[in-house]
């Protein structure tokens, strides 16, 4: 069974502080593919990056990066100097494979100005 | 360029009233999906379909239908409607593979009453 958990049900920060979310995953396919996603206040949900599992190398977009390490199945998503514009709940997802996404519970992310 | 575009974003229905999801897109998509969104929850996958005519039950199909007759349009079917069914409703779709993750649509936010 595909599981994603994100341990983190909110998170308050206050403005330039760096902020990490965590998410852990299981599943026993060996191939596979790990997504975040940003839902802002708006309601939509807007993708923020696709990982395969044969990629570990570290990401890195402007204030965004995310940490894969496969031997503790965890996909971590580091915001650093937070602003207000960056508050939204934030939701981890797997592929394992074929076309479907699991979803975490995601996280609620407040960053006070 | 329209994306996802779901109708209507907002529905009060009776409890035992019948209603249907519209969901459109114009990237030529193969695959398309219909998520649930409760309230403080991630999402829950209702059906997915990966082709004009194919479609498949997803974790919570349960008074649920779709249908899938041309690559655009995967509507949503609500059969007698519960209160348990008071959710958010994304329909998404992508490529095969999810290079670039779902493009999710706006969303059609339900009250069963």
């Known amino acids: 069974a595909q599981k994603v958990t994100q341990a983190q049900t909110e998170i308050s920060v206050v403005e330039k502080e760096d902020v990490t979310l965590d998410c852990v995953y299981e599943t026993r396919d060996t191939t596979y593919y790990l997504f975040w996603y940003k839902q802002p206040p708006s309601g939509e949900l807007v993708f923020l990056i696709r990982r395969n599992s044969f990629d570990e190398q570290n990401e890195i977009s402007g204030r965004y990066s995310w940490n894969f390490q496969k031997s503790t199945s965890s996909f971590n998503f580091t915001i650093t100097a937070s602003q207000v514009v960056d508050s939204a709940v934030y939701f981890c997802a797997l592929n394992p494979g074929g076309s479907r996404l699991t979803f975490g519970e995601g996280t609620q992310l407040t960053v006070n100005p | ?113």
Not at chain 2, 62 to 88: I, K, M
């Open chain 2, 1 to 113: 360029n329209a994306g996802v575009t779901q109708t209507p974003k907002f529905r009060i229905l009776k409890i035992g009233q019948s209603m249907t999801l519209q969901c459109t897109q114009d990237m030529n998509h193969n695959y398309m999906y219909w998520y649930r969104q409760d309230p403080g929850m991630g999402l829950k996958l209702i059906y997915y379909s990966v082709g004009a005519g194919i479609t498949d039950k997803g974790e919570v199909p349960n008074g649920y239908n779709v249908s899938r007759s041309t690559t655009e349009d995967f509507p949503l079917r609500l059969e007698l409607a519960a209160p348990s069914q008071t959710s958010v409703y994304f329909c998404a779709s992508s490529y095969p593979g999810l290079l670039y993750g779902y493009t999710f649509g706006s969303g059609t936010r339900l009250t069963v009453v």
